[in-house]
């Protein structure tokens, strides 16, 4: 797929760090702005993370704890805006939407399959190093605190998709401002490359990079 970026990332990833961004805008009309970007062009990345997590097998709970962690937002079940399978439905629906503009007979087939188990490998090797930190960061925030970050996680990375799992995985770092050693940013990077990556996906500006051990 010829991924397309929009303020250095690209999907639902993009997504959340637009949403953390931006306040004078609705999700909805967010998602809109989103997949309007660029004529169209980040729409299809945008649906096909949406489709992916809307299709997968995780429970409801875990996509809203995914959000709630990538954006920075209290994860509360008896608050919630919206249901997270609704919010996945109203993304799909807006990115087709748009879609459809440029090109009427749009089929809404389903993603590309996923593959590459060493790349999966990989990232649940990140995330699990680094899980003390991130749940400390995550659970323990007094403000923005959200429960079970790094199993949830993990479940997307083994049950929908390492990539988005790892892109994940880097908004949720950033949100929270966890920091990490040198070695593990090179990783990252190193990662981000396998990919396919632009460079900014990892390196924003924001990641908290720290001069210690492994």
């Not at 909805?28 to 004529?39: D, P, S």
């Not at 809203?64 to 962690?69: G, N, P, S, V």
């Not at 997270?84 to 879609?99: A, P, T, Y």
Request: net charge negative; hydrophobic share 40%.
């Amino acid at each position: 797929m010829d991924r397309k970026d929009i303020w250095i990332d690209f999907g639902l990833s993009g997504l959340t760090k637009w949403y953390g961004s931006i306040f004078e805008l609705t999700p909805l009309e967010m998602a809109v702005e989103a997949a309007a970007w660029g004529e169209g062009a980040y729409a299809p990345t945008l649906r096909e993370d949406a489709v992916r997590l809307l299709e997968s097998p995780l429970p409801t709970r875990v996509i809203d704890i995914l959000w709630c962690a990538a954006v920075r937002s209290k994860f509360d079940p008896d608050v919630r805006w919206m249901d997270g399978r609704d919010w996945l439905r109203q993304i799909v629906e807006v990115c087709e939407e748009r879609i459809r503009r440029d090109v009427p007979r749009f089929d809404a087939l389903p993603p590309a399959p996923v593959g590459c188990p060493e790349l999966r490998d990989a990232v649940l090797a990140e995330v699990r190093a680094l899980a003390p930190e991130l749940d400390r960061a995550t659970a323990g925030h007094p403000y923005y605190g959200v429960p079970e970050v790094v199993p949830s996680l993990e479940r997307v990375v083994i049950e929908v998709d390492p990539d988005l799992g790892f892109r994940l995985f880097l908004r949720v770092l950033k949100a929270y401002l966890v920091p990490i050693s040198e070695s593990q940013h090179r990783r990252y990077r190193e990662l981000g490359e396998r990919f396919g990556y632009n460079e900014f996906v990892v390196d924003d500006g924001t990641l908290q990079v720290m001069p210690r051990g492994n």
